[in-house]
């Protein structure tokens, strides 16, 4: 993303002061002259050089929204001073006075929990706090607000002599003009399918057509750090209960136009990851078989599915006919006939439960696993959920008819290769990176 761009999305110049072991210096003396040792520092936030795997990938207004930002300085481990009011009315630069030399500097976006003078840095960006979604990912109009932060502690040496029009006309280092990248705490999950007509994958019916795809983001964490962490901690008292149910999956197979879901961050050591603390999706659609078994007739055993979609139906689990679509309407009325009560039509032994309303469940999906190959099996190991991070996943077959029900997980088993949907996902920092998966 363009510098550029930023200014017009209100991203702003951000000028404060730093010290280390030094007092702060407030100002000049009572005529405007300019302390002795003492200097100017103007900063600016910069969403394009992020610590990104891939290509950026735009974000749309509200997700890049500043509300109010501070720029922090720290001095033997506690926020010393705090910039948050702009000094420069023609380029919104914040500018501030300070002593030359190297001094620490954070950034944080759109807290609810302001910073303050005299607080630990560790307590206010080191330590794992309860984050809510009207936080991380405030999406209501005129309400946007999306915590952001600083990459990481960025020090910066501080030349002496630098005038407040100096610092506040300049634009590198010999100016004191610096940068400092922040990045969303948030992540962000879409889907997508732009194939309705699909193969089933475990039978000979010749397929149907899906409708009413959506995705429920299941297990999102409650904690996370305000900064992104060099090393994994694990966060005391964090859940994994945050949901968003019902998320439309885009049929035109645009990303950029599906519907998002917003999780906090979710990474553990890598042997750490089970089912109850990962991130993960499962998904629904209502399924139209094409091809379903005839009742009325053992010669002709299919016959082509005439009722709408949202009809239920049943899988024959057993018999000639295993495999293939029983529709529940068809074995009623099949049933009423003379002799027939209890019975199943010929080539059908055995069938399974009812997919109400033609409701289909596949998952649990991880959003973004890795798999580990040994002894010609696979397993996935891990399943991290980074912030800034978008995960699409393109849905590009789908192995019916899944599940009756929503799939559950079993809480304290290591992670399992998800069945019955093959994706391809692609992971952006608001970036883009391809990585096909096939669940089988």
Same mark, same amino acid.
């Given at each position: 993303m363009?510098l550029?761009r930023?200014?017009?999305?209100?991203?702003?110049?951000?000028?404060? !002061?730093?010290c280390?072991?030094n007092?702060?210096?407030?100002?000049?003396?009572?005529?405007?002259?300019?302390n002795?040792?003492?200097t100017?520092?103007?900063?600016t936030?910069?969403?394009s050089?992020?610590?990104?795997?891939?290509?950026?990938e735009t974000?749309?207004?509200?997700?890049?929204?500043?509300?109010?930002a501070y720029?922090?300085?720290?001095a033997s481990?506690?926020?010393?001073?705090?910039?948050?009011t702009?000094?420069?009315?023609?380029?919104?630069?914040?500018?501030?006075?300070?002593t030359?030399g190297p001094?620490?500097?954070?950034v944080?976006?759109n807290?609810?929990t302001?910073?303050t003078?005299?607080?630990?840095?560790?307590?206010?960006?080191?330590?794992?706090?309860?984050?809510g979604?009207?936080?991380?990912?405030?999406?209501?109009?005129?309400s946007?607000?999306?915590l952001?932060?600083s990459v990481?502690?960025? &020090?910066?040496?501080?030349?002496d002599?630098?005038?407040?029009?100096?610092?506040l006309?300049?634009?590198d280092?010999?100016?004191?003009?610096f &940068? !400092?990248?922040?990045?969303?705490?948030?992540?962000k999950?879409?889907?997508?399918?732009?194939?309705?007509? $699909?193969?089933?994958?475990?039978?000979?019916?010749a397929?149907?057509e899906i409708?009413k &795809?959506?995705?429920n983001l299941?297990g999102?964490?409650t904690m996370?750090?305000?900064?992104?962490?060099?090393t994994?901690?694990?966060?005391?008292?964090?859940? #994994?209960?945050?949901?968003v149910?019902?998320v439309?999956?885009?049929?035109?197979?645009?990303?950029t136009?599906a519907?998002?879901?917003y999780?906090?961050?979710?990474?553990?050591?890598?042997?750490?990851?089970?089912?109850?603390?990962?991130?993960? $999706?499962?998904?629904?659609?209502t399924?139209?078989p094409?091809?379903?078994?005839d009742c009325?007739?053992?010669?002709k055993?299919?016959?082509t599915n005439?009722?709408?979609?949202?009809?239920?139906?049943y899988?024959?689990?057993?018999?000639s006919?295993?495999?293939?679509?029983?529709m529940k309407?068809d074995?009623?009325?099949y049933?009423k006939?003379?002799?027939?009560?209890?019975?199943?039509?010929?080539?059908v032994?055995?069938?399974?439960?009812?997919?109400?309303?033609?409701?289909? #469940?596949f998952?649990?999906?991880?959003i973004n696993?890795t798999?580990?190959?040994?002894?010609?099996?696979?397993t996935?190991?891990?399943?991290?959920v980074?912030?800034n991070?978008?995960?699409?996943?393109?849905?590009?077959g789908?192995?019916?008819?899944?599940?009756?029900?929503e799939?559950q997980?079993?809480?304290?088993?290591p992670?399992?290769?998800? &069945?019955?949907?093959? !994706?391809?996902?692609?992971?952006?920092? #608001?970036?883009?990176?391809d990585?096909? !998966?096939?669940l089988?």
């Open positions: 363009k550029s930023l200014f017009l999305l209100a991203v702003m110049g951000l000028g404060l !002061i730093a280390t072991e007092d702060l210096v407030e100002g000049g003396d009572s005529n405007g002259a300019q002795e040792d003492t100017y520092v103007g900063f936030i910069d969403f050089k992020t610590q990104t795997r891939a290509t950026t974000g749309t207004a509200a997700e890049q929204k500043i509300n109010k720029v922090i300085l720290a481990g506690n926020i010393s001073q705090i910039a948050e702009p000094k420069g009315t023609s380029n919104n630069k914040y500018v501030l006075q300070t030359p001094h620490d500097f954070y944080v976006v807290p609810t302001e910073p003078v005299g607080t630990s840095i560790d307590a206010y960006f080191n330590t794992g706090v309860a984050i979604v009207d936080e991380f990912a405030n999406t209501t109009p005129n946007e607000s999306f952001m932060a990481k502690k960025e &020090t910066f040496d501080i030349a002599g630098v005038t407040e029009e100096e610092a006309a300049g634009t280092a010999t100016a004191n003009n &940068t !400092i990248n922040v990045e969303r705490v948030a992540a999950v879409t889907m997508t399918c732009n194939n309705l007509t $699909l193969s089933s994958g475990n039978n000979n019916a397929g149907g409708s &795809t959506t995705f299941m999102g964490a996370a750090y305000r900064m992104a962490q060099s994994i901690v694990e966060i005391p008292n964090n859940a #994994w209960t945050y949901t149910k019902n439309a999956v885009a049929t035109t197979g645009d990303h136009g519907t998002p879901a999780c906090l961050e979710n990474i553990h050591a890598a042997n750490s990851y089970k089912q109850k603390n990962t991130t993960y $999706l499962t998904l629904q659609t399924f139209k094409t091809n379903v078994v009325a007739d053992d010669v055993p299919l016959k005439t009722l709408a979609a949202g009809a239920p139906f899988v024959v689990q057993t018999g006919l295993a495999g293939n679509y029983l309407t074995l009623e009325n049933q006939l003379a002799g027939n009560t209890g019975k199943l039509p010929a080539g032994e055995s069938i399974s439960a009812e997919y109400e309303e033609g409701v289909c #469940w998952g649990p999906i991880w696993e798999e580990e190959t040994s002894d010609q099996s696979t996935v190991t891990t399943s991290p980074v912030r991070t978008w995960y699409n996943l393109k849905i590009t789908i192995t019916l008819p899944g599940e009756p029900s799939p997980i079993d809480p304290e088993q992670l399992t290769p998800p &069945t019955d949907v093959a !994706i391809t996902l692609t992971v952006q920092p #608001w970036n883009f990176i990585r096909p !998966i096939e089988q």
